[in-house]
């Protein structure tokens, strides 16, 4: 029986403001694949807005106004994965370069937290700083470089 619940978070760098044409599909689709991922086994929480619907309309740690946030809890890893690449979730991840720029490092961490732990923006921007200085460890890893609750590196 798992003792810590899996954290995830992850920014992007929209190509234009969020209203622009550009970002439309992006836009559209927030709301509907937010709502997939609560109603998908093993989901816990995640970061929203006063709308309720997304985190667009949170203040974040970084200057450019371009870069979003997004960040969920997860009893484990299967159920992030599971959401993530089977899902209609995988088609926007396929697809990011029509609405992102790139970024240099890494762009998504994940870390282990206590069950009933909701983790704060400062918190996470720590851990994905942490992982893109340091690389993988068991406190911020990537999803090709995976750790289990127990601190052991495991394969996919």
Avoid: C
């Avoid at 550009?22 to 998908?40: G, H, R």
């Avoid at 998504?108 to 893109?132: C, F, Q, R």
């Amino acid at each position: 029986m798992n003792k810590k619940h899996l954290a995830q978070y992850n920014i992007i760098k929209l190509k234009d403001e969020l209203n622009s044409p550009i970002i439309k599909e992006f836009k559209d689709f927030l709301a509907p694949v937010n709502l997939l991922a609560e109603e998908s086994s093993g989901f816990i929480w995640r970061l929203k807005d006063e709308s309720g619907e997304s985190a667009t309309e949170l203040e974040t740690p970084y200057e450019d106004k371009l870069i979003f946030v997004n960040m969920s809890v997860w009893e484990n890893y299967a159920s992030l994965s599971e959401y993530t690449y089977k899902t209609v979730h995988s088609y926007f991840l396929k697809s990011r370069k029509k609405w992102a720029n790139e970024i240099e490092g890494h762009k998504a961490v994940m870390w282990y937290i206590d069950k009933g732990h909701i983790p704060t923006i400062s918190e996470a921007k720590k851990k994905l700083d942490l992982l893109n200085q340091n690389g993988s460890s068991p406190t911020a890893f990537s999803m090709s470089e995976l750790y289990n609750e127990s601190g052991e590196k495991y394969k996919k």
